[in-house]
């Protein structure tokens, strides 16, 4: 029971920083935050309902955070604490899930077990992919459930294995592929030797894993087909960018890949956090003291495998290979239990707890940080009136390691704030072009004529793109801007050798300078020099 408690508090202590801010700084989440917030009944103001509709019929997977938010934000006072939940979950429910799968596999609630929590705040996270993080817990638990399930008839299980496939399917299709890797590893069985003793015990292997994979994966595939919405991969054809199968595949882009399973914003401070954490298992090892699971580890494996072989981008879903490795190390985890001497179960517990409270804290003190940036998006966006239309751009400094802690992840390389703009969506009732809305894959539609502007991905811009005459086939916002859109707003506008800036081009009109945040009227064509 005192381990149990030291799970629970781990898991405690990893949403601390949630209750600290208002609005995170993940890259998604302010998008993610206006969509469902439109959802959830902002689609009823006039200004915004000129813009946007919900169309449940195009998107049945990655629909389950959309249709939760909008069941619970009546209940919880609102999109935004429906959304804070949303982001409770992308955090407690990936390590308590190993933790379940690592219990279910060794018997027992174990020390070992409350490491786990220190993988809640990962690349992917920081990202924002909120429900593709709920997926991965999701999919750990079910995995977890598999070990009793065997022992049930051939109905019950098949009933249940299906259920599960639906459910994450619905939630993210990544979230049933690797449901359907944990179940692989699992009917393989603890000891490769015995799975590969001989073509009897490699047949039986396969064709056990064959059958939990088929008992899943086609329920869930008859269901999205029967739904009559579009798959996740048919929005691709919408955006040429993501189409590029190979773009970034490069040694340091692999690199990097591979960090975001645990790098945040300081990656050595990650990467040692981490390894305190390993070293539990490192000590095992050398003791003879490690039971492993030997069909996990293999998955764990080949998920390793696929984010190394993985395209960056893949049927218009980027950060392809920087997906798995979060997969890989959540079920390397899941895979061993070193056995600690009787008498030290609760020190190396507080240990991992220490650890996973210390990082926790780092975290939070980065969030708390940058909450003067939203404050400043929000400043300079109040004087637009509502139901205006809302063109962002980005400085993207050349010197971005010398920006505050926190503004990119890990630091100088990808920025936490491209999708702020989105707040003038809640805050103002603007239109923005750039608000998640892939057919396929969201409950959200931009209506016409603006869906002429709309790039559903997200894709954003930089200030030096914007009067580049190619940049609008990337980009169709950027075709006559200076005509479709009233006001432009510029962030990361406050790094070194900063100050009041010239406007990034000309036929801009000053509207708010506030320092990170910089709001420009655009001026039509002939109105400056009438002035």
């Known amino acids: 029971m005192p381990i149990a408690l030291l799970i629970a508090a781990a898991l405690a202590v990893v949403c601390m920083p949630v209750l600290a801010v208002p609005v995170p700084p993940l890259l998604d989440y302010p998008n993610h935050l206006a969509r469902l917030w439109l959802l959830a009944g902002g689609l009823e103001r006039p200004a915004l309902a000129a813009f946007y509709e919900a169309d449940w019929r195009n998107a049945f997977t990655n629909g389950g955070m959309d249709t939760l938010v909008v069941l619970l934000a009546p209940l919880l006072g609102g999109a935004e604490p429906a959304m804070r939940l949303m982001l409770a979950l992308a955090l407690v429910l990936p390590p308590l899930g190993a933790a379940a799968l690592n219990r279910a ?9 409350v490491g786990f929590a220190v993988l809640a705040f990962n690349g992917i996270l920081l990202a924002g992919f909120l429900s593709f993080m709920i997926g991965l817990g999701l999919a750990l638990l079910a995995a977890a459930a598999e070990p009793a399930l065997v022992r049930r008839a051939w109905l019950p299980r098949l009933v249940v294995r299906a259920a599960f496939g ?89 690199v990097r890949a591979l960090t975001t399973a645990f790098g945040t914003y300081e990656v050595p401070v990650d990467l040692a956090m981490l390894l305190a954490v390993l070293a539990v298992a490192r000590w095992a090892l050398a003791k003879d003291r490690l039971r492993v699971h030997g069909g996990l580890l293999a998955a764990a494996g080949g998920l390793l495998v696929l984010a190394i072989i993985m395209p960056n981008t893949l049927g218009g879903t980027g950060w392809m290979d920087r997906r798995f490795p979060i997969m890989a190390l959540l079920t390397f985890l899941a895979a061993m239990l070193p056995r600690v001497p009787a008498g030290r179960h609760l020190a190396v517990a507080a240990g991992l707890l220490l650890i996973v409270a210390l990082r926790a804290a780092w975290m939070g003190w980065v969030w708390d940080a940058r909450q003067a940036d939203i404050a400043a998006v929000e400043r300079a966006i109040a004087p637009m009136p509502p139901g205006a239309a809302l063109l962002v751009a980005y400085e993207f400094p050349g010197d971005r390691f010398a920006s505050p802690v926190g503004r990119y992840f890990p630091r100088g390389q990808m920025p936490t704030y491209e999708h702020l703009g989105a707040l003038a969506v809640t805050r103002r009732e603007a239109f923005v072009p750039t608000l998640f809305a892939l057919r396929g894959r969201h409950v959200l539609r931009v209506l016409p004529p603006w869906d002429e ?24 916002y950027l075709r006559d801007w200076r005509r479709r859109f009233d006001y432009l707003l510029v962030l990361d506008g406050d790094h070194p050798g900063g100050g009041v800036r010239a406007a990034p081009t000309q036929g801009l009109a000053r509207v708010a300078m506030e320092g990170f945040a910089r709001l420009y009227r655009i001026e039509r064509p002939g109105e400056a020099a009438a002035r």
């Open 105 to 113: 596999l060794f018997g027992g609630w174990r020390a070992w077990q």
């Open 166 to 254: 639906v459910l994450l399917i619905w939630m993210h299709a990544l979230g049933l592929a690797f449901y359907l890797a944990l179940l692989v590893g699992l009917a393989i069985g603890p000891s490769m030797r015995a799975a590969l003793a001989g073509p009897r015990a490699i047949a039986a292997a396969a064709g056990r894993a064959a059958l939990a994979v088929a008992s899943a994966a086609l329920p869930a595939f008859l269901m999205l087909h029967l739904s009559g919405t579009p798959g996740p991969w048919d929005g691709a054809a919408e955006d040429d960018t993501l189409l590029r199968p190979w773009s970034g595949y490069a040694f340091f882009e692999k």
């Open 453 to 476: 502007l709309a790039l559903a991905n997200g894709l954003g811009v930089a200030v030096t793109q914007l009067d580049d005459a190619t940049a609008g086939d990337a980009r169709p």
